[in-house]
């Protein structure tokens, strides 16, 4: 560690076909030209379209601006971050996955620009997909009381966009073949749990069981293979 509407799946994803409403880009995606025309409609997503993101590799987030402070967990690399204040040579940041305010040293907060100069092979398309679970996290939709179904519904449609262009941006980037294969096993198991999120708002006995009983042995595996692609960040 460093310090510091129901939806049709079947032939739409890997086309990367496009809606008829405009989508507002998701946080890290938004620096990239390709990306130009997705617009997401998500307000929440709009907060993290900023210029400053996290430029080491698994950087310690803490409870205060020091050392001496207990690590809460850490970023991940080119991870948006929305800074609050200035403390010392520590920045008070608040992390999109959790907005909960935590302190990361200065040196590991810059911009796009920075981020870009420490990229390594599969950087750049390991960033898409990290992005990606990001919003399949957002988006889950279990055990929650009081769903906005059509909200849900709509935001999973959005992301089945993004899904879309991911894999036309990984299977055309020029790495490797195992790193493409790879990549694509990712968002095939994204692409899975995606289903499952549908299934739940869609299908009355999924709704009543409060739960798609495939959803945690997909999530299992997926983090399992999710860790082998550390080596692409």
């Given at each position: 560690m460093a310090d510091g509407t129901g939806l049709s799946w079947?032939?739409?994803?890997?086309?990367?076909?496009?809606?008829?409403?405009?989508?507002?880009?998701?946080g890290i995606a938004s620096a990239q030209a390709e990306w130009e025309t997705l617009k997401f409609t998500n307000a929440a997503e709009e907060l993290w379209a900023g210029e400053t993101y996290i430029t080491g590799r698994e950087?310690?987030?803490?409870?205060?601006?020091g050392t001496d402070y207990k690590p809460e967990g850490f970023f991940r690399f080119a991870e948006p971050v929305r800074i609050k204040e200035e403390?010392?040579?520590?920045?008070?940041?608040?992390?999109?996955?959790?907005?909960?305010?935590?302190?990361?040293?200065?040196?590991?907060?810059?911009?796009?620009?920075e981020?870009?100069?420490k990229f390594i092979p599969g950087s750049d398309c390991m960033v898409q997909i990290d992005q990606l679970y990001d919003?399949?996290?957002?988006?889950a939709p279990f055990y929650t009381k009081n769903l906005d179904r059509e909200r849900k519904l709509k935001e999973i449609e959005h992301y089945q966009i993004v899904l879309g262009k991911t894999y036309n941006y990984v299977e055309?980037?020029?790495?490797?073949?195992?790193?493409?294969?790879e990549m694509l096993k990712a968002l095939d198991m994204i692409e899975e749990m995606f289903k499952c999120?549908?299934?739940?708002?869609?299908?009355?006995?999924q709704a009543a069981n409060m739960r798609d009983e495939a959803y945690p042995?997909?999530?299992?595996?997926?983090?399992?293979h999710y860790e082998t692609l550390d080596k692409y960040r």
């Open positions: 079947q032939g739409c994803v890997r086309s990367g076909c496009r809606p008829s409403f405009s989508l507002l880009q998701p950087v310690f987030m803490r409870s205060g601006p403390s010392g040579e520590w920045f008070k940041v608040e992390c999109r996955n959790s907005g909960i305010p935590v302190y990361v040293h200065k040196s590991f907060v810059g911009s796009w620009s981020v870009k100069e919003c399949l996290n957002a988006a055309s980037s020029k790495l490797a073949p195992e790193a493409i294969k999120q549908e299934r739940y708002i869609t299908e009355p006995e042995d997909l999530q299992f595996n997926f983090r399992k």
